[in-house]
């Protein structure tokens, strides 16, 4: 699957020239994308650009607007002057927050229009995740199947940091992909400089190269989805602080999923934990409206005015406010999702969301999530048996042996409880027969113990934290159901990742 992406600056002021591209060309044109499409035939064409674009001359309107307005006003606006003028087909427009400061536009000689953004500038880099993730879940049967994408971005346009920004999540998304099995690859292109109209321009291709997988490391600490949403300046308390109380009400209403919880996913993927990526999954239908409810409110939190004319040099002004801005939690809870959501395609449906996890399914389910991580692998197979079936793993060892000696295992019991059981059915077995052991006795007190080391030496799956029942003649396992026990696990899954702090 091929997915063209471009940045857009300021589209009004660009100038027609002719392209080349792969021996191509198009003729008096303001833009180059429909040449792209014509030649590498993407079948997602993503376009964005920034609010900073919603100048009164677009608005057509004064007084206060609505943001919601603002932005539908401006994407068509977009759609009808640009996009349809160059040619370009099935496009997504999507609307970016931009950054503050003060943009100009000339409306004639001497006379110009303004726009004046009071907001975080930090704010693109997690709408533009967010867009980006829906962008891949609408296309996410056809991206597991074909098992490669090609991100062509286009990166000839776009005002200051847009463009560095939206490499930057690319190239996050990129990493995740190709851990879940995409054969990911990002080309850089972009036209050469733009002279004057006689002179033609080539589209080039500064770059191409598979990105290798790489898993996401942070999270945050404080109130986690609680301080999803923050306020840009104090004193904006009192016009937005029901926002703020709006989200908390949302999260006491929502108590089935343990939202601090979220970010232990991330954890689990980091770490090569099958089993704690089996615990902490939270179904995509169900962690949606909770990213959904965060930009709802961060949207309803920003403010549009247009003023009148100001003098004979002003033509007028759009001011945008943005009360509230987005935490870095919101990034947190965004690869999350975007984890689920893979997860589910990768296994196919509701396999995550059964109350209990036989070991035979926790190794294929391994198999399938972390087959492209070899280092991760080795330790899970130890644990759970290789992804050829040719040998079993070392929990699977310990049942057979307890079934053998005739150990009862129809209930949940700990697996270091079970190991120590086998050693005294054997020590009692020689001892019957007049033979000398070797066999030291356990101390439980002492052993019963979690032991962080051994955890994350064996894949999550160490005797001290998981219980197992046979069951029919078959083996089911979870994480032993000591309250204590699992909040340590979820803090040293937590503070293996690297912590996010806001300024």
């Given at each position: 699957m091929k997915w063209l992406i471009s940045a857009w600056g300021d589209p009004s002021v660009w100038k027609p020239t002719t392209y080349f591209y792969k021996n191509k060309n198009l003729e008096n044109s303001r833009n180059h994308l429909a040449l792209v499409q014509k030649v590498d035939k993407p079948e997602i064409t993503t376009v964005m650009v920034s609010d900073t674009l919603a100048f009164p001359s677009v608005l057509k309107k004064e007084g206060k607007v609505e943001y919601g307005e603002l932005r539908k006003t401006l994407k068509e606006f977009i759609e009808n002057t640009c996009i349809k003028e160059f040619g370009l087909k099935d496009v997504n427009l999507l609307i970016l927050p931009g950054a503050k400061g003060t943009y100009?536009?000339?409306?004639a000689k001497n006379v110009a229009e303004y726009l004046t953004l009071i907001g975080s500038s930090g704010d693109l880099k997690f709408a533009v995740l967010w867009y980006l993730i829906q962008e891949l879940e609408n296309n996410l049967e056809k991206l597991v199947e074909d098992k490669q994408l090609e991100i062509i971005f286009d990166v000839s346009h776009g005002w200051n940091f847009?463009?560095?920004?939206?490499?930057?999540v690319l190239f996050l998304l990129s990493g995740i992909l190709s851990f879940f099995g995409v054969n990911t690859y990002i080309r850089l292109i972009a036209t050469e400089p733009f002279v004057d109209s006689n002179i033609p321009l080539n589209v080039v291709e500064i770059e191409r190269k598979p990105i290798p997988y790489n898993l996401y490391p942070y999270t945050t600490g404080g109130q986690g989805y609680k301080s999803s949403l923050k306020l840009y300046n104090k004193k904006f308390g009192k016009e937005v602080g029901f926002l703020l109380g709006e989200l908390r009400r949302y999260i006491n209403i929502h108590k089935e999923i343990r939202v601090n919880d979220i970010p232990l996913l991330v954890g689990a993927f980091?770490?090569?934990f099958p089993?704690?990526?089996?615990?902490?999954?939270?179904p995509p239908k169900k962690l949606k409206p909770f990213v959904e409810k965060v930009f709802e409110l961060y949207l309803k939190g920003i403010d549009v005015f247009v003023e009148e004319e100001e003098s004979e040099k002003v033509k007028g002004r759009t001011n945008i406010v943005r009360k509230l801005k987005l935490h870095p939690f919101v990034e947190v809870l965004l690869v999350s999702y975007l984890y689920s959501l893979l997860t589910k395609a990768k296994t196919k449906g509701d396999f995550?969301?059964?109350?209990e996890i036989a070991l035979d399914e926790l190794r294929e389910f391994s198999c399938q999530i972390f087959g492209r991580d070899e280092k991760k692998l080795i330790h899970i197979e130890?644990?759970?048996?290789?992804c050829e079936g040719i040998f079993e793993g070392g929990i699977k060892r310990i049942i057979e042996q307890a079934?053998?000696?005739g150990l009862d295992l129809s209930d949940w019991k700990r697996l270091k409880v079970i190991d120590d059981e086998i050693k005294k059915k054997l020590k009692s077995n020689l001892l019957r027969k007049g033979e000398n052991s070797s066999i030291e006795d356990s101390d439980s007190s002492r052993k019963g113990s979690i032991d962080k080391r051994?955890?994350?030496a064996h894949a999550g799956l160490s005797k001290s934290e998981v219980e197992v029942k046979v069951e029919n003649r078959r083996i089911y396992i979870r994480y032993w159901q000591n309250e204590e026990s699992l909040q340590k696990i979820r803090n040293w899954i937590l503070k293996s990742l690297i912590e996010l702090k806001e300024d």
């Open positions: 100009r536009k000339w409306v847009i463009p560095a920004t939206l490499y930057q980091y770490n090569g089993l704690a990526v089996k615990e902490y999954y939270i995550l969301e059964k109350g130890r644990e759970l048996g290789n079934i053998n000696l051994n955890f994350f």
